[in-house]
């Protein structure tokens, strides 16, 4: 101690250490509170990546699945009538979409 007081001197000590002791920890639980946070930043994005990627494979499951739908919902036998009837005659524009949409509505 630098100058004499009327605390007793182990008392002095031992609040001494103990302000070093805080002092010397404080740079490592500083580097630890960093890492902690990292590592939580970096799992938080992962699971949002995962979320993402769940998502958009349920969008293209979806997507897929209305696009099946959709080629199965067509008479195929309708269609091909009309494209025979289409090869075989000069047909106007107008009559045109009459013979689609009657061999589509079949």
């Not at 001197?9 to 250490?17: E, P």
């Not at 404080?26 to 993402?52: E, G, H, P, R, W």
């Not at 969008?59 to 036998?77: E, K």
């Not at 009538?81 to 005659?89: G, I, Q, T």
Request: glycine content about 2%; cysteine-free; aromatic content about 4%.
């Amino acid at each position: 101690m630098a100058f004499p007081t009327s605390v007793n001197n182990q008392i002095t000590d031992a609040v001494t250490q103990s302000n070093v002791k805080v002092l010397g920890e404080s740079a490592a639980v500083a580097l630890s509170n960093l890492y902690q946070s990292s590592a939580n930043s970096l799992a938080q994005s992962i699971q949002n990546a995962t979320f993402a990627q769940q998502q958009s494979n349920l969008i293209h499951q979806a997507t897929t699945t209305q696009g099946i739908n959709l080629i199965y919902a067509v008479d195929t036998a309708a269609v091909g009538d009309a494209s025979e009837k289409l090869a075989r005659a000069d047909v106007p524009a107008d009559a045109l979409m009459t013979i689609m949409l009657k061999a589509l509505n079949k």
